[in-house]
């Protein structure tokens, strides 16, 4: 295993992780600046008013995207493997 070899497999890594983590960071943020702006508006600073949709949120989104989700970490656990099957 070389240089690049390495650096190969921590960059698919990193993109694994990225699209693993993206719909339920996206979930969490839109939902967040919705409720943002639903407290600027009304006024309201209740703490509770922006974790439990927040949580709510990223469940569903995490139940959605789980098939995609998994389907991206299969594809790059296999891709590590074969690498590894192959001698790098």
Known sequence: MNEADA?????????????????????AMTVGILIAFFQALTQIQEMTLTFVPKIIAVMVA????????????????NLVFSRVQSGF
């Open 7 to 27: 650096l190969d497999i921590m960059q698919n890594a990193i993109w694994t992780v990225l699209i693993a983590s993206g719909p339920a960071v996206m979930a």
């Open 62 to 77: 995490i139940g959605l995207s789980a098939p995609f989700v998994g389907s991206q970490i299969a594809m790059f656990t």
